[in-house]
């Protein structure tokens, strides 16, 4: 606090001492610090599940791409290990240089392997990145900014991966009712993602088990969210099979294409 009374959060460093001071428990610390060493510890137990279920480590969040060192020292000895790496992201980040879509090879190497987030993000299997709102505009009123770095990232990633710099990239779409899921924002994603060449996405249905996290922070409910239904489900998938696309449930990916594939 700047002084008593003010909390500034600009002055923040998440040192957490207002939490240990505070009397009243009027302050709360959700989540621990812990070191790499203390995380692979935990993860050291299930290598063996990992490895026998064809499963790996995925790094999600809030939003990992924000603590790129650690998130890179964690992979580099999960990768030592042979464990399966993937990270979630919504594709809000920065590379520090722009890569040509054109010359793959005109983005010198030192310049990429030189930036912590590449160097994060060049240790994962695969990204399991979010495509929300086509249109720019709408995607800032719902999401805070704009999506023009976001699909930049988009194809950046893919990009590096078709010329065997970078991981695989997964387009997911989560299926938010009266946001996402409209014919007009599901027809335009379905050609981004096919503009980069791919060919699949996982569809993200909306829930509201967030709403207990409302009640605690005293925000009203947002009566109109309601959880996707699965004929709204069933016809997203039909017009994105109708474009071409092949599309999943979260974590069926893996399992037999014909059986997975959300049809209705």
């Known amino acids: ?48 599940l990992y490895r026998t279920s064809g499963g790996g480590v995925t790094f999600s969040g809030g939003e990992a791409t924000l603590f790129p060192k650690y998130v890179a020292a964690v992979s580099k000895q999960l990768k030592l290990s042979g ?49 929300k709102i086509s249109d720019s505009e709408q995607h800032k009123r719902h999401c805070g900014a704009t999506n023009s770095e976001i699909h930049d990232n988009f194809r950046t990633l893919v ?14 779409i989560p299926l938010i009712p009266h946001v996402t899921d409209s014919p007009e924002n599901l027809l335009a994603l379905a050609s981004l993602i096919k503009s980069v060449g791919l060919n699949s996405v996982t569809l993200v249905p909306f829930h509201n088990l967030g709403e207990s996290k409302r009640e605690w922070l005293k925000i009203p409910h947002r009566t109109h969210e309601e959880p996707l239904t699965r004929e709204a489900l069933g016809e997203a998938g039909r017009l994105l099979l109708s474009e071409g696309l092949t599309c999943f ?14 049809q209705s």
């Open 159 to 172: 990009a590096l991966h078709k010329a065997g710099k970078g991981p695989e990239v997964w387009p997911r």
């Open 83 to 131: 464990i399966h790496t993937a990270i979630e992201t919504c594709g809000v980040f920065k590379f520090s240089s722009r890569f040509s879509f054109e010359a793959p090879d005109a983005w010198a190497r030192e310049a990429l392997s030189s930036q912590p987030l590449w160097q994060m993000l060049s240790l994962m299997d695969i990204v399991l990145f979010d495509l």
């Open 1 to 48: 606090m700047s002084r008593p009374g003010v909390w500034d959060t600009d002055q923040c460093t998440l040192c957490f001492e207002c939490v240990k001071q505070c009397h009243t428990d009027a302050l709360v610390q959700f989540g621990e610090r812990q070191s790499i060493s203390t995380l692979l510890d935990d993860l050291m137990g299930e290598y063996s």
């Open 249 to 262: 449930l979260p974590g069926e990916e893996i399992r037999d294409v014909d059986d997975q594939k959300v």
